[in-house]
Each structure stands twice: as C-alpha cells, then as structure tokens.
C-alpha cells in the first residue's frame, strides 16, 4: 500500500497544482466580495494563451519560452477577468451570469481564434517543463520520493505564491482590506477603503492565477491547446468551498482532488485497485465533497457578502 | 433588473453562435456537387477519425472542384446528429460524410427520410438500435480491418524494440478499439514466434480508459506503464492518446528509452520532441482519407456503390503502417513488407476476435 502511495503521489501533485492555484484564484475575488464562476473559462484562456506563445516562440528560445508563455497566461487571465470586474463591479451586474458569461465567451473565443491563428482548433507544443528531483532532499527516504522526485518547477513556484498569499491576505494591511471587503464592504468603505479598487485588484489577481493555472495544465500533463480544461475550474471552484475560502484549507481540498483523481485514473495498471469498479473510484471525490458540505454548510465560513454588487447608497 | 440579466444572457449566446457559425467551410457559386460531413465526438482536426474524413474531402475539393462542408453536431446524441444531416440536406448537400459509429442510428433514420441523398458512414453500418443492419440503397457502409493494422504495427514494434515491454491504452471498448488491440498481441506473438524476439505485452498493462478525450488520464495512465518497466504502449486513445504521447516526449527528452505506437493516422509528427527526433514509433492506420476521396469519386462517376458494405484492408491496401518511418531500422521495414503480402496472399491469417487475447 506504502509502495503504492509513494508511486502515485508525484503524479498526485503534478495534477493538483493547476486545480490549487485556480481554486487559490478564486480565494483572492471571493473574499473581496466577487462570485468568480468564471475560473473555468479564465483558466481556458491563460491554457491558451501560453500554448499560442509557446508554440510560435520555443524554436527561437527553446526552454525560456515555457516561462514566457506561463507570464502571457497570468497576463491574458487578468485581463480577460477585467470584463468580469468591470461587469460585477462597476455595472452592478449579477456576478453569476457575468462569469457564465466569461466561460461561454472564452470557450468560443480561444477555439476560434486558435483556428484563424493556426488553421486548426488545437495548439500543440513540443515539449513541455522537465521533471525533476531537487537535490539531496529526494533523497530522503519516504518523504524525499513523495515529494521531491520528478517534480516541476510551476510547483514550487505555485506553493511560493500560495505561501506568499497567506502573508498577504493575514498579515498585511492590504489583505485585511481586501477580507473586510467580502465580510463588510460598506464599513470597509466608512474606514476610508475604495471598495471598488480593491475589489477590482482582486478580481484581476484570481484571473492571472486562474490563467497561470491553465498554463501549467499545457507545460505539465497536457501538452496541447484543445479547447477544454476538463471541467477542472469547477472543481477548483468546489475545492474553494470545501476548504472554507482559507488558503491552507483549499491546498488540503484540492490535493485530496488531485489525489483522488490521479487514483481513479490509474487504478486500471495498478492490479491493486484495478478490482474496484473505476466508477466508485471516479465518483468519489464528488460524493465526498457532497456529504462533506451536507455537514459543513452549518458552520459555512463563506465571506458575507460575497455576490452582492457593492452599492454605496444601500444600507 | 431582470431585463438586464436577459439581455447579458442573449447577447452571449448570440456571439456564441455568431463565432461558432464562422467555422465551417466557404461558400462558393451554386451548380457545383456539394459534399458534406458530419463530424463525430471531438474537432475537425482530431488528428485521427474526423481529420483523416475530412482530408479526403478536401483532396476531393481540390482535385474534383466540389464544393465541400462539414457541421459539427453541438452533442453526440442520434438527434443532434440528425438535425445536422438535416441542415446539410436542406441546403441542398445531396452527398454526406459521417464517420464513426455513433451515426449508426442517425444514419438508418437519414437514409429513408432523403432517398435521395447518399450517405457513407464509416466504422459502422445503420441499424434501428437493434444491431439488425440495413444499408439502405443510398447508403455505403465502411470498415476497416483494424486488426490487420494493429497486426503490422505489432510486428514493427517486437522488430525494433528486440526485447522488452509493451502496453495498450485504449479509448471507450469499442469494436474498432478492441480490434487494434487484439491484431497488435497477434502481431507482437508472430514476430516473438518467427522472428526470435522478446517482446511481450502484460494483462495489467492492457487497459480501455474508457473516453477518447481525458488527456490527463492518458498521461496518468502511461506515466504508470513506463515507471513499470513498458518500453512502448500502442494508444488507441483519441485525446487519451495525446496524453501518453506527451509522457513519452517527456521522457524521452530526458534520454528514457520509451516509445509511443500511433493510430488512425501517422502521428509520427506529434511526438517529435527536439527538431528530427520522435517518440512515436510507427503508426497502425487506417487510410480513411483514401476511402472518403474514393466513395466521392465514384459518386462523381456515378459508380456509387450504394447499398453494400465495405472492408477496407490489407488485401485492398486499406490499413498499413505509415511509408516513412524514420524510427524504424530498415531491416525492420522490409521485414513488415513482407509481412504486409503474406497477409495480403493470405498466408497470415489476424483474427478479429478476441480468442484467448487478453481483454
């Protein structure tokens, strides 16, 4: 069991990381106040945007296109979350259809333009980022072959964010700005804060990581552009909720994801599992999820007034 | 307030349809035979089913001057299929294109509502959901010996490799999928028997994934096989297949001496890596192209051979390998030549059955 626990959990990771910083995304826009549904189509977006410039730049700079393209991502999902800002924020619009809106309009966009641009509807890249074993601590026994062999460098950058974010949001004034907010907007604005900037700021931080996210799916596992994240935004989304909107509590939610995930899809080479019917094993994680929120909706730590457009005039 | 949120909602959907409606083909003078297609589950450029149909039409395009069109169904169920044909009928597209299996039961509705229309669906022959098949005098029906193609790659593949472990990733267990994998063990047994190599293939490293667009599964599922010791997994997968095939680049860049097998189409160039080098070994193909360039031609000579079944084959040089394969030794393509005519004299005769094959 041990021996295959260690096998998988590289590949556990691997799969996590994109779901964490998406799901860490939606953290930053939820707790300013701002439903972000839209996460599936921003992170659509940031996976096209780096298979585009990768592909048009790896010949040229083989191996610092990668990092380029994951930048262009990050600055293609802001941007692209802008419209959901201006929508929720500066419109007063429903934050629930502004991000349908985001994900259809992203699905249609990417797809066509990856057609006018390439002739095709998929965008593929040669080679994605090497896997590899950070030194001397893999080989630590156990732990050194969980965590530190064949690992990518987006994961290590993406725990540096997810670590940087918890000072941020806990222990700098910015981030209790940015919590007050969600909970409390109108006394946040009394105490002198632009609720709107902040928000706005917020916004635009949850599409770059969402697009970051996007493009370390295309550097990592899937090496193309199809048209499709695989639902994995809404997952990020529910990740979000089930780890109660608090930056550790999602790394828990979305590695129990990935791991879960990465077990239904082996479990068919792995003689092991492969008795379970690969239903219960794909099933799981969502019906977990479901009882798990059925007993948690009491104590729901969900910011207050997340989905409420900011009105000044209102009391 | 409500108003507002409709109007969001409908202009959304207007500019869905608006840019999905740019993608189909261009629209040129009447008087011209107009050919159409329907695509399956997944795009236009699928690199393997779709893609292979739709090259055919092209070459047609290009060398008969008809005009050509395909529509993508928005689901994969018998009505969305339907109303596809339908809309290709009603604009006056009297010649259409399904590929795949799924159109089976669209397709026996289709061709008594258009007598008129001809239609080719290939993998797969129309029935009312009852597997009682009938192909209706409009109607071709296309297989593909599958087996014999994965048979030849088989052989390929325990030729190269000399010694050591394969894999197969199957997509959803399929006739056509099922079929590939049993001539690819039949082929790794023939050349192991006549050949004198060591290339064996694991019951737990036979697996059907069970979709064909979980490209992370795929990667998953051949970063597995390859820690396990397999040095070249067959994937007849789809976009699963994507997945195994950008494992393999991984792996390989890294100087891991893995090897990808291709299907449908020569997928040699999705698997290069650095300029010139490869991870994809050969490919087991199908010459769908050929097939639906051919059934336009002969509807064009009025030689349309409506109402029968055809198997395309080995003996009709329907399947193959790809012509160039330059991470195949010489040596090892003369040999698989060889082997392609003792197929074709019948001397070898690949099962399409499963047997006492695994899976």
């Known amino acids: 069991m041990l021996d295959l626990i260690i096998q998988i959990f590289p590949y556990a990771i691997a799969f996590t990381i994109p779901l964490l910083i998406t799901s860490l995304g939606g953290l930053y826009s939820e707790r300013s106040g701002v439903v972000n549904i839209g996460l599936e189509g921003l992170m659509l977006v940031g996976l096209f945007t780096a298979a585009l410039v990768i592909n048009k730049l790896e010949i040229i700079y083989p191996g610092k296109a990668i990092w380029i393209g994951l930048l262009a991502a990050m600055v293609a999902g802001a941007l692209f979350a802008l419209l959901h800002a201006f929508a929720c924020i500066t419109l007063n619009a429903n934050q629930i259809i502004s991000g349908i809106a985001i994900n259809m309009t992203a699905t249609a966009l990417t797809v066509y333009l990856a057609r006018g641009i390439t002739g095709s509807g998929n965008i593929q890249i040669m080679l994605g980022l090497p896997r590899k074993n950070v030194p001397f601590l893999s080989e630590i026994p156990i732990i050194g072959k969980m965590f530190f062999t064949g690992t990518y460098a987006t994961t290590w950058v993406v725990l540096l964010i997810l670590l940087l974010s918890w000072f941020l949001l806990y222990k700098m004034v910015f981030g209790l700005r940015l919590r007050a907010c969600g909970e409390h907007p109108h006394a946040a604005d009394a105490a002198g804060i632009n609720v709107y900037l902040v928000r706005y700021i917020a916004v635009m931080i949850s599409g770059a990581c969402a697009g970051l996210g996007g493009g370390i799916i295309l550097v990592t596992y899937s090496g193309e552009f199809n048209g499709s994240v695989a639902g994995l935004g809404f997952l990020a989304l529910a990740a979000l909720i089930f780890g109660q909107w608090k930056p550790l509590g999602i790394l828990a939610a979305t590695f129990f994801f990935g791991f879960a995930s990465t077990i239904a899809n082996v479990s068919q080479v792995i003689p092991a599992l492969s008795s379970i019917p690969g239903i219960l094993l794909k099933t799981f994680p969502y019906i977990f999820t479901l009882i798990a929120l059925v007993f948690s909706a009491k104590s729901s730590q969900a910011p207050k007034a997340a989905g409420e457009p900011y009105d000044k005039g209102k009391r | ?359």
């Open chain 2, 1 to 359: 307030m409500n108003k507002k949120y409709l109007a969001v909602i409908l202009v959304v959907f207007l500019l869905t349809s608006v840019i999905a409606g740019c993608g189909g083909g261009k629209a040129e003078p009447a008087e011209k035979v107009k050919v159409g297609m329907v695509t399956d589950a997944g795009t236009i450029d699928d690199k393997s089913f779709n893609q292979g149909t739709w090259e055919g039409v092209l070459k047609a395009e290009a060398d008969l001057g008809v005009e050509v069109r395909y529509l993508k169904p928005v689901g994969t169920t018998e009505a969305d299929y339907i109303r596809e044909i339908t809309n290709l009928v009603d604009a006056g597209f009297k010649f259409i294109v399904c590929p795949g299996y799924k159109f089976e039961t669209a397709i026996f509705e289709a061709q008594t509502r258009y007598p008129d229309v001809k239609f080719v669906l290939i993998d797969g022959s129309p029935h009312a959901g009852d597997y009682n098949n009938v192909v209706g005098e409009n109607t071709v029906a296309v297989f593909f010996a599958e087996h014999e193609s994965g048979f030849l790659a088989g052989v390929a593949t325990a030729l190269q490799l000399k010694e050591g472990e394969t894999g197969f990733v199957g997509g959803m267990e399929i006739p056509a999928v099922q079929k590939f994998n049993w001539g690819f063990q039949q082929g790794l047994a023939y050349a192991n028997e006549n050949h004198g190599t060591n290339v064996t293939i694991n019951a737990e490293n036979v697996i059907y994934q069970g979709s064909f667009d979980n490209v992370a599964a795929g990667q998953q599922l051949a970063a597995q096989m390859y820690d396990k010791g397999v040095d070249a997994i067959f994937a007849a997968a789809g976009g699963v297949g994507v997945g195994v095939i950008n494992e393999a680049k991984a792996r390989a860049n890294t100087g891991e001496n893995v090897w990808v097998v291709g299907v449908d189409v020569d997928q040699y160039p999705e698997g290069v890596y650095v300029e010139g080098k490869s991870a994809v070994l050969t490919s087991a193909m199908k010459y769908i192209d050929v097939v639906s360039y051919d059934m336009v031609a002969a509807y064009l000579d009025e030689t349309f051979p409506g109402g029968e079944t055809l198997t395309f084959n080995v003996a009709n040089d329907g399947v193959g390998i790809p012509k160039d394969n330059p991470n195949l030794d010489d040596e090892v393509e003369a040999e698989v030549a060889k082997v392609y005519d003792l197929i074709k004299d019948g001397t070898i005769v690949v099962a399409d059955t499963q047997g006492d094959l695994i899976k």
